[in-house]
């Protein structure tokens, strides 16, 4: 059973940091590009970013409104993807979902909440 | 960037309809790459239809998905109450882009 499952999320204040995890089972993750939606709340879905799989080499990708301040990771060994969130600026404020991706999005996990306030 | 545009933006319908549910793209030649998802409150999106028709895993038959060029429809052919969400498509290109949602409610 494939499941990803994220966590990290929290209070912090604007101007800050947060790191979010996504740790995946049930697939060979090397093998797959992961991808990062969020949502803010009572609003839709924004794509984040996305991380290539190690064999292709690709630089991670960003929404432009992430660019500069969000970087995605991967590691392998662990099945795990990474968001680090710095600068944090109250309109991040939302749900955070990590996705498999293919040319869509399979497999979500639950996500996890960051609040980002004073 | 692509603009994708989702109309209507609220569908009030009864279980037993049929529900039609449109999403426009600002640029054609995405056929390969149209998604829809489904989402609930509280809960994750769920990937419905790729490829524009394609059914994802364990999605039943009465949901089904057309289109090309600009225009593409997802078509649930008799409504079941489980199936009042919020729907919406993408475009998974090199920045995926999501509609902004159809909220499909009872009537």
């Known amino acids: 059973e494939v499941q990803l499952v994220e966590s990290g999320g929290g209070l912090v204040q604007p101007g800050g940091s947060l790191r979010l995890s996504c740790v995946t089972s049930g697939f060979p993750f090397s093998d797959h590009y992961m991808d990062w939606v969020r949502q803010a709340p009572g609003k839709g879905l924004e794509w984040v970013g996305r991380i290539a799989k190690t064999a292709h080499s690709f630089s991670p990708e960003y929404a432009a409104s992430v660019k500069g301040r969000f970087t995605i990771s991967r590691d392998d060994a662990k099945s795990s993807l990474f968001l680090q969130m710095s600068g944090l600026k109250t309109e991040d404020t939302a749900v955070y979902y990590c996705?498999?991706?293919?040319?869509?999005?399979?497999?979500w996990g639950q996500g996890t909440l960051v609040t980002v306030s004073s | 960037e692509i603009v994708l545009t989702q109309s209507p933006g609220t569908l009030s319908l009864s279980p037993g309809d049929r529900a039609t549910l449109s999403c426009r793209a600002s640029?054609?030649?995405?056929?390969?790459?149209l998604a829809w998802y489904q989402q609930k409150p509280g809960q994750a999106p769920r990937l419905l239809m790729f490829g524009t028709s394609s059914r994802a895993t364990g999605i039943p038959d009465r949901f089904s998905g057309s289109g090309s060029g600009t225009d593409f429809t997802l078509t649930i052919s008799r409504l079941e109450p489980e199936d009042f969400a919020v729907y919406y498509c993408?475009?998974?290109?090199?920045?995926?882009?999501f509609g902004q949602g159809t909220k499909l409610e009872i009537k």
């Open positions: 993408q475009l998974y290109g090199s920045s995926p882009f």
């Open positions: 996705a498999r991706a293919r040319r869509y999005l399979d497999y």
């Open positions: 640029q054609s030649g995405w056929s390969n790459y």
